[in-house]
């Protein structure tokens, strides 16, 4: 069980006398809620196995790192001590002109995690209906609990999202319906025509969001979210500087919707929410076609190795659309999960993620993609040798 937010005690001040009851204190919606928590950093896996160079393939992170050109720009970044410009005008032109579309079409966050917790703010009233694919992205259930949203699961189908049953799902109470394509943490994505009867069936009312955090990753024929907003003027398409640019660490989400959605969401959002080095770099990224057709090349070609090696390996993998693979291991996975970090490779267990017996394994460079594999090569007589529900052995 995840530890809830009235059981986590302060880090630097153990033991503070005179704090009130977290029963009286915070807000009813979080009592049971349980913090979101990153994947274990390099940082931790030094200090705690004593490895010097661990491999990273647990969050989804560009390996080929970040842009060149946005490199360049932020070297140059000047005007630090002057408040940027609120209404970021220019980028929003150059994001909405690469879709046909206007700035006003244009919302930016810092972070499209801050997108998505806009859209409750503007949108959600305690007790509303949000409907969830599960597994998803966290966030989306996250944010559901802390606005007191009343979030309906549901079970995706063959590692896919389940579209009839979310249609199902939908009705005059929903207020946001959630669909990220490709999906995290299984990294599937759903068939364009399927996708697009769903959207026109939804009620109107309804906002949807689809979150496309890995679309740049996906195949061509996979759905652009930007053509089912020109069709249902109630949806928002979230999209990150964080993967494809390999931006995370300067926090910069856009999203395309109609504009006065947009209006609401910039109503209630933080003044100056995207600082001058994150504009700076994304329209430096925008630009950097070679970058892009690099990081996608790398992608393609280690996701083939890494499917063919799990084929051979006897290992299930659902189909990945996305810069990560979930792969089936014959343990529990928050026991294989250990066992790789004891080696230095950090993958992401699916035990925290709706996938009790897979990874997620972040595509990474070729030599890094390699030493996963043998590592997990390495392991997996054990594992098969190990009684089904108990730990890793070795
Ligand atoms: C589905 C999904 N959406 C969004 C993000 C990233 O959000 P941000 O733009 O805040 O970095 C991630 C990152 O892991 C993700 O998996």
């Known amino acids: 069980m995840p530890e809830r937010l009235s059981q986590v005690r302060a880090r630097e001040a153990p033991e503070a006398d005179g704090m009130p009851d977290p029963e009286r204190l915070l807000r009813k919606s979080l009592r049971g809620f349980a913090p979101y928590k990153p994947g274990t950093t390099v940082d931790e896996v030094r200090r705690t196995y004593g490895i010097a160079h661990p491999i990273k393939l647990s969050q989804n992170e560009n390996p080929l790192g970040t842009s060149p050109r946005a490199l360049a720009a932020l070297h140059d970044v000047d005007a630090l001590s002057i408040y940027f410009e609120d209404d970021h005008r220019a980028i929003k032109t150059r994001l909405a002109a690469r879709y046909g579309l206007a700035a006003e079409n244009v919302i930016l966050g810092h972070g499209s995690n801050e997108l998505v917790q806009l859209v409750f703010t503007a949108f959600v009233d305690p007790g509303d209906e949000v409907v ?52 995290n943490p299984t990294g599937t994505r759903v068939e364009r025509a399927a996708f697009e009867r769903f959207a026109a069936a939804l009620p109107p009312d309804a906002l949807l969001v689809i979150d496309q955090a890995y679309r740049e990753f996906m195949d ?139 990874l997620r394994v ?15 090569e390495a392991l997996l007589p054990a594992w098969r040798s190990a009684p089904a529900d108990i730990g890793a052995v070795g």
């Open 132 to 183: 969830i694919p599960k597994p998803s992205f966290g966030l989306f259930k996250k944010d559901a609990d802390i606005f007191g949203a009343r979030a309906v699961e549901v079970p995706l189908a063959d590692g896919v999202l389940d579209l009839p049953a979310m249609l199902r799902a939908s009705g005059p109470r929903t207020k946001l319906v959630f669909v990220c394509d490709p999906n």
């Open 220 to 358: 061509p024929a996979g759905t652009e979210g930007v053509d089912i907003l020109a069709r249902r003027p109630s949806t928002l398409v979230l999209r990150t500087a964080s993967k494809i640019w390999g931006l995370a660490a300067v926090r910069f989400g856009y999203g395309y919707t109609s504009p006065q959605i947009a209006t609401w969401m910039n109503s209630v959002r933080l003044p100056f929410n995207v600082g001058r080095p994150a504009a700076v770099a994304v329209l430096a990224a925008l630009d950097d076609d070679e970058f892009i057709a690099r990081s996608i090349d790398n992608n393609e070609r280690g996701k083939a190795y890494l499917s063919g090696e799990f084929a051979r390996l006897g290992l299930h993998a659902y189909p990945s659309a996305a810069n990560f693979i979930a792969v089936e291991v014959p343990i529990e996975a928050d026991a294989a999960y250990r066992a790789l970090l004891e080696r230095g490779i950090i993958v992401r267990s699916g035990g925290g993620l709706g996938m009790p017996r897979r």
């Open 362 to 376: 972040s595509i990474g460079l070729p030599d890094e993609n390699a030493a996963f594999i043998a590592a997990l």
